[in-house]
């Protein structure tokens, strides 16, 4: 197993919609999308035609019926037919299935998107808790934040966080008065609202190319120089929800590490996919990211938190830091599943490997 | 597009399935990935510690009610402290799950990896599940046999083809599938009479020439040259990947041809490119396509190259998609015989592997060389095909 392909891959696009509460747009994206394809192409200079290869991430149950990216594929117009896949996850994880065509040789350029309406559920609540065990855990069904309190709850009775450290992270994101956060009630006792995500209506696309494709298309590529995901078990009582060995598994093989914590040489900007305050410090702790490092300088799920798009804005926003000269290395973060159980580790440079 | 290289040699290993029938009641869904993987990790040889990756695919969650079930099945499936990739292609997936896990080993990123694909139909109702309504599109109403039944009405009318063909179709493939041991449907004593004599379910399409609901799974170990070569210094044969494609189009757009689309066309003409074949009915051994109604046959024959257009019914009335036939379609009894959807496309890989690594047991077609691994989805658009060969490509 090696973390990079015999192949460099590079993006060299991204865009994203606005990030809203609510569109009156269909559930298939196709009207967040379609703006956000036109943003790529005038980016790259390329067209519909000049994509080699096209992979979206979405979930059914948030869209509320089978088969939701069929539809999405009017966006793209994809006629003449073409070379094309889905995964049923965040869009992050069609990057990676992108990224590997491109490294087979198979592509050299890819256009992946992702898209999610959480609005139109009108319990987000239970379509959440339907990722669950159906056995045995789903039908007791808990809320999404209170899942996560159980993991911020874990971290703070082992003292390896604080309310006041993960209102901390809140003031950061929002600019808000630290104190005056601590003294807003609970939403999920130990979680206040500034602790927890938004809902977020939203869509996201980027445009990857091979190495040489991809200095013909733009001045400074963002080279993916390490990329690997790591799932974690779905138990939460088999899991220290205090840690997360995936994350960190993943990086260490995405860095190159020798070690058994992850290399982070370099990296000045880490754009994490944490949709709750403790989140971050816990990824933080878990991939031994220092004070020297912008955590999440977009804001992040805290801000806004697009389903299913939402680790692929991650990897755009630190591809834009590369490409537009602000750090010639970066970190980005994906994850899926309740309490950080997949984690997807991307790093990106202004250099060719 | 430019012209690609196919990336570094993958060769299947070992494949494994259940037993498919209409409801696995002793069994979770964990429980039956886990006898294809447990079956296809013994096909393989090896173990979990060398198992690298696991892809995953299944048709929507919808069909389960589960979200994104990998997530909750992630330690029966063996990937906890692994990467763990969801495909969902609708009808296709099984197929291009196969083809995501290739390019897992065509990278130089893995060197073994697990795919399996399932459904257990039986745990929901997949006809609730594709009756939603979607917005500023035509409903399906009546399932997928309603769905297609105009696309097979479309291709009798313009090819003249007589209405036995059809029949023809389900009764070689329920034969087929009676003498494969996974199979759900065992019809041996199925005649086209029998056939034409059945209840008409959505004209012309009749209650034999559809597929049944199925519970079941199955997986594939693919694995890089080092791997395959360790493989084959036991005797045993693996299954090279010669070519793979993935081809999409539209559900609705003019001048859609429903009976013959494109994108099947396009992928056919890739993937034959791509594996050096120039006359896919003379060098190909073994076909098994994806064929939910039996008139898919001799449509998906056009569509592929193996005949040309407007012939495909005379190709299956010859009997040359028999057993015996100079193109064995199915022989494993197909989606006709098994259709747990998810799985349906992997199993059509699957059985092309088993094909040309010698291990097809008793419907295994003599000295197959080469075969194709075929399957399509939602409304005809999405189609993902592997050529697999008993020797490395040149």
């Known amino acids: ?353 | 597009m430019s012209a690609h290289s196919p990336g570094l040699p993958a060769a299947v290993l070992g494949t494994g399935q259940t037993h498919h029938v209409a409801r696995r009641t002793d069994v979770s869904m964990s429980g039956l990935c886990r006898e294809a993987i447990d079956a296809a990790m013994a096909d393989a040889g090896v173990g979990w510690d060398e198992i690298d990756a696991v892809v995953v695919g299944k048709a929507p969650d919808l069909f389960e009610g589960v979200m994104m079930p990998e997530l909750m099945m992630a330690d029966a499936l063996g990937a906890v402290g692994k990467p763990l990739l969801r495909v969902h292609t609708a009808g296709s997936v099984g197929g291009s799950t196969a083809v995501v896990a290739a390019s897992h080993i065509q990278s130089g990123r893995y060197r073994r990896v697990l795919a399996v694909a399932w459904e257990k139909q039986s745990e929901s109702n997949a006809m609730w599940a594709l009756s939603l309504p979607v917005p500023f599109t035509a409903p399906v109403g009546a399932g997928a046999g309603g769905y297609f039944a105009p696309h097979v009405r479309s291709y009798i009318r313009t090819t003249g083809a007589p209405e036995h063909v059809g029949a023809m179709v389900a009764v070689k493939d329920r034969l087929n599938g009676s003498i494969n041991p996974h199979a759900h449907l065992k019809q041996p004593d199925l005649t086209v009479d029998k056939v034409l004599q059945g209840q008409m379910l959505w004209d012309p399409i009749r209650f034999d020439e559809t597929c049944p609901s199925s519970d079941g799974a199955c997986a594939i170990i693919l694995g890089d040259a080092a791997a395959a070569e360790e493989v084959e210094s036991t005797g045993r044969r693996v299954a090279w990947v010669h070519a793979t494609a993935l081809r999409t189009e539209p559900g609705t757009f003019a001048g859609r041809d429903y009976a013959n689309p494109q994108a099947s066309r396009d992928a056919a003409a890739a993937l034959w490119a791509e594996a050096g074949i120039t006359d896919p009915a003379e060098e190909i051994d073994a076909a098994e396509i994806y064929v939910p109604f039996s008139w898919f046959e001799p449509m998906w024959l056009e569509s592929l190259g193996f005949a040309a257009p407007g012939e495909g019914w005379r190709m299956t009335e010859s009997g040359a998609t028999a057993r015996d036939g100079s193109l064995p379609v199915n022989p494993s009894g197909g989606v006709m015989c098994s259709n747990p959807i998810g799985a349906s496309g992997m199993l059509r890989f699957a059985e092309a592997a088993r094909q040309v690594m010698g291990r097809a047991e008793e419907h295994q077609i003599p000295g197959a060389r080469k075969a194709l691994g075929h399957a399509y989805g939602g409304g005809s658009q999405f189609f993902s095909m592997w050529v697999v060969g008993s020797e490395r490509r040149r």
């Not at chain 1, 090696?2 to 192949?7: D, E, K, L, Q, S």
């Not at chain 1, 996919?273 to 300088?297: C, F, K, M, N, W």
């Open chain 1, 1 to 353: 197993m090696t973390p990079t392909a015999p192949r460099d891959v590079a993006v060299v696009g991204f865009a994203h919609a606005r990030h809203t509460e609510s569109t009156f747009g269909t559930t298939n994206g196709v009207e967040m999308l379609a703006p956000v394809f036109a943003e790529c192409y005038r980016q790259t200079g390329l067209d519909r035609t000049d994509i080699d290869f096209w992979c979206s991430g979405s979930c059914d149950y948030l869209a509320g019926r089978a088969f939701s990216f069929i539809s999405a594929v009017d966006t793209i117009g994809a006629v003449p037919p073409i070379s094309e896949s889905h995964v049923e996850m965040d869009a992050a994880w069609a990057f990676f299935e992108a990224y590997l065509k491109i490294a087979t040789g198979q592509a050299d350029t890819a256009l992946v998107y992702g898209f999610g309406k959480a609005s139109a559920s009108t319990d987000l609540d239970s379509a959440m808790a339907l990722q669950l065990d159906p056995y045995t855990v789903a039908p007791l069904w808990p809320g999404r934040h209170h899942i996560a309190a159980l993991q911020a709850r874990a971290g703070i009775d082992a003292g390896t966080w604080s309310e006041g450290a993960m209102a901390s992270v809140a003031a950061r994101a929002t600019g808000r008065d630290e104190r005056e956060l601590l003294a807003e009630p609970y939403v999920a006792d130990p979680l206040r609202r500034h602790d927890c995500p938004p809902v977020t209506d939203g869509a996201g696309a980027i445009i990857l190319a091979s190495g040489d494709r991809a200095r013909e298309l733009v001045d400074t590529p963002a080279y993916v120089t390490g990329i690997e995901h790591i799932a974690d078990s779905a138990e939460f009582g088999a899991r220290d929800l205090t840690d997360s060995p995936s994350a960190r598994a993943a990086a260490v093989r995405a860095t190159r590490s020798s070690g058994d914590r992850p290399d982070l040489g370099g990296v000045t900007v880490a754009e994490l996919h944490t949709q709750y305050t403790h989140q971050e410090l816990l990824l933080r702790s878990a991939l031994g990211i220092g004070d020297h490092v912008a955590v999440t300088p977009s804001g992040g799920s805290l801000l806004a938190d697009p389903l299913f798009s939402a680790g692929l804005e991650r990897i755009g926003y630190a591809a834009n830091d590369v490409m537009e000269g602000r750090t010639e290395r970066a970190l980005a973060h994906a994850t899926s599943g309740h309490l950080l159980q997949q984690n997807l580790i991307c790093l990106l440079e202004g250099r060719p490997a």
